[in-house]
């Protein structure tokens, strides 16, 4: 596998210096390089910042201008210069660019090690755009100066990998896991070689094994590193409903059964994210390894930290096909949560009619079932208040659920809260998002 890899030679390595040095006179003659040369004899400022920082480096990398970064370049334009939000030439042609123009500014001494305000890396943003021959571009640059590291994380702990992963990025997820394994398979023969050269020590071999053991972080392999809110690379694939990239990380034995912060199981959030093709793959699966070695946990009614399951997330939410599914699989539809609330309580409260009609379907016996204020499923979908124009309580009781019909939650606060842990966001989503926020505030009457 690690031999499908194809970064070029180290002593390719030239093909980042084969330029004119910067300030050394003016190679090229096209109309936009005589232009560049005319504007600064004439005492335009080369670094000149626009209202947003950005310099005419930054458009020249921006829009793959070639022959205008380099005239900018010989006439001494600063080729690390920064944008409002952090962003360097390099880092806007890795979103923006092509690969001549990363290597031009590789090759003026553009400084890959960067990154933006958030903390990403050029190895975080060709990931998340798919820009794969960048990407290796880049990784073959990182290494040959012995400065790539697997694990830089950006102000959210994201590694690369979990950047492609949540992109569906297939190819780039198969990249950097591949890369993760050779760089993995060099530690242990590096580990063996120090190893062999001590022999004669037993006591320091040991000490060896044990100190490496200890350090985690030294390992390059990231499959399961997590993110501040605990997502694994598995776990961010599977939100996008990803299915190649939750393949190809399950291939390369991706734990099936981690948990984000909350509690949340893979199956759990490929249910609360209407992710149907993955997670279908997913109980498939669960379902093999049941029948091979009946080792596995029952991750369809695994409970969060707050005793929900992923039934009690898709009725409440109203996705149907996917509560069809879970039930195909197992799925209990009796279970409470920490309000002693059932599926059907979750569905009434919220106002989802089908999920209602089919949870009964199932069993008749759910509408008799009170929570822990002594109210039935009939209770709940008399506070329902979706006919007003206010933020409806109904659905407030949400995924976690909300003590009384008096509360209301801080609608700019709710909403900045779940843009900042999930970036975009609709109405279900933030509902189930909403206990852990109260206040007197509601929304304005046209935010629906």
């Known amino acids: 596998m690690e031999g499908n890899l194809s970064f070029p030679a180290s002593s390719t390595s030239l093909q980042f210096m084969d330029l004119p040095t910067p300030c050394s006179g003016f190679a090229t003659t096209n109309n936009t390089t005589a232009i560049v040369n005319t504007l600064v004899r004439h005492g335009a400022n080369v670094d000149a910042a626009d209202a947003y920082g950005l310099t005419p480096l930054h458009y020249a990398a921006m829009k793959g201008n070639q022959q205008a970064a380099q005239a900018l370049l010989m006439n001494c334009a600063t080729v690390n210069s920064k944008g409002v939000k952090g962003m ?72 690369p990998l979990h950047e492609a992963a949540s992109k569906n990025r297939a190819h780039v997820v198969e990249l950097l896991v591949k890369l993760a394994k050779v760089m993995f398979l060099s530690v242990i023969r590096h580990l063996d070689i120090i190893k062999a050269h001590i022999s004669i020590i037993p006591d320091v071999i040991n000490l060896v094994d044990v100190r490496l053991l200890e350090r985690k972080s030294f390992w390059p392999d990231t499959i399961e590193d997590k993110t501040d809110y605990g997502m694994t690379p598995l776990l961010s694939a599977v939100c996008s409903d990803a299915l190649e990239v939750v393949k190809i990380l399950i291939g390369q034995n991706a734990d099936i059964c981690a948990t984000d912060n909350d509690g949340r199981t893979a ?82 409260a919220s106002g989802e009619t089908v999920s209602v009609r089919q949870l009964l379907d199932w069993d008749k016996r759910l509408v008799l079932l009170r929570n822990e204020d002594a109210d039935t499923p009939l209770h709940l979908a008399a506070k329902n208040e979706m006919g007003h124009d206010t933020f409806p ?50 929304p304005p009457s046209n935010t629906y």
């Open 267 to 348: 199956i759990f959030i490929g249910a609360k994210f209407n992710a149907i093709k993955v997670l279908r793959y997913l109980l498939d699966l669960c379902r093999q390894k049941d029948c091979e070695s009946g080792s596995i946990p029952d991750l369809v009614n695994h409970p969060d930290h707050n005793q929900m399951t992923a039934m009690h997330v898709v009725c409440n939410n109203g996705y149907i096909e996917v509560s069809k599914l879970l039930h195909e699989y197992g799925a209990s539809i009796d279970t409470l949560n920490e309000e002693e609330e059932t599926p059907l309580h979750l569905a009434a």
């Open 393 to 442: 309580f109904g659905e407030c009781r949400g995924m976690f659920g909300i003590a009384d019909e008096r509360r209301r939650l801080p609608w700019k606060s709710l909403t900045d809260s779940v843009a900042a842990n999930y970036g975009t966001w609709d109405r279900r989503r933030t509902l189930a998002l909403a206990r852990p926020l109260a206040g007197l505030i509601e």
């Open 88 to 159: 360097t030439p390099l880092l806007t042609a890795c979103v923006h660019g092509s690969d001549d123009i990363v290597r031009l500014l590789l090759s003026s001494g553009a400084d890959w090690s960067t990154t933006d305000s958030r903390m990403n890396s050029v190895y975080h943003i060709t990931a998340m755009n798919e820009r794969n021959n960048t990407l290796k571009l880049l990784l073959q640059y990182g290494m040959l100066f012995s400065g790539y590291d697997p694990r830089l994380r950006d102000d959210d702990m994201q590694l």
